[in-house]
DNA sequence: TATTGTTATACTCTATAACTATA
DNA sequence: TATAGTTATAGAGTATAACAATA
């Protein structure tokens, strides 16, 4: 891939990324993320963490491990549902097979809620679909290199 | 850049990912950047924002502007650098052309934990020191593709 | 004894609205 | 008139500590 001398001075003249700069972008590519997220969850009268949670309930789940997949303390997850639950987007059931655990599930609306906002996410990601399979897959692997998989729960 | 055929039967059969999967694991990595980055900045007792706001800082900056990048209203601003300034990591300094902007910039202690905190950091991404230069311009073209650089701010 | 969820508390972040001092 | 920064306010997120119910 041998590229003609640039006819212009050109701004970047192949950058050389060290992991510094690459960090920097990382920085840049999360904030862009969680500002549109944000944006797309105000939307409709969430907040980040609302719309967070929203998000995870892709199948009943205690409450102890929304604490753990929000990176939270328990005591916070109390409140978040609450507010959720009040606006009937989820839902508290008893777990038949431990009475100490409680089950937040979406409601229907909930379940309508979090369509709406992933698809709206998507739209705003429309670099996402412009990749081709190569690329897609480049930045699927990447992603794992840089962040891997079970680095997202703390061990507990 | 071929690839040799595996040898051993893979176990993920080539996922052909979707933007949909593909925004998952986006989000996924932009979670646990700010585990990360959060992680890092309440070793030192700092909240997100506020190691959020350090590390903006390369230069002095109008609070105005430290809104702007940390997408959120102006008022939050005067009570970060508030917390900030009572530590002694920032300092308010008045602009001479313009009487009435403050500029914020980095004390030498704050300077002093921007760097500890982007060390930290960095050794916690050893992702990215183990990719090759071709994977680094790679992954910076792609999360250019993705969130496209001037995406970063709102217009104003 | 350990764990789950809740409550009380204090602090931080957040947007909105109203204010001042500049421009 | 418009903009930069502040203040007051109310709501939401946050960790800590203590508690009841259950394992």
């Given at each position: 891939?041998?590229?003609?001398?640039?006819?212009?001075?050109?701004?970047?003249?192949?950058?050389?990324?060290?992991?510094?700069?690459?960090?920097?972008r990382l920085a840049q590519a999360a904030a862009a993320y969680y500002r549109n997220f944000a944006a797309v969850a105000a939307g409709r009268g969430l907040t980040l963490m609302q719309g967070k949670m929203l998000s995870l309930l892709r199948r009943p789940m205690p409450m102890r491990t929304l604490a753990d997949l929000l990176a939270c303390d328990a005591s916070n997850v109390t409140g978040i549902v609450d507010r959720l639950e009040a606006r009937d987007l989820v839902r508290r059931e008893a777990d038949p097979t431990d009475r100490r655990v409680k089950l937040v599930l979406l409601t229907d609306a909930g379940r309508r809620t979090v369509e709406e906002i992933r698809a709206e996410l998507l739209a705003d990601l429309s670099g996402l679909e412009s990749l081709d399979e190569p690329d897609r897959h480049a930045l699927l692997r990447l992603l794992g290199r840089v962040f891997p998989a079970d680095g997202t729960r703390p061990p507990r």
């Open positions: 891939m041998t590229r003609p001398a640039p006819s212009v001075p050109s701004a970047a003249p192949t950058p050389a990324p060290d992991p510094a700069q690459l960090m920097d």
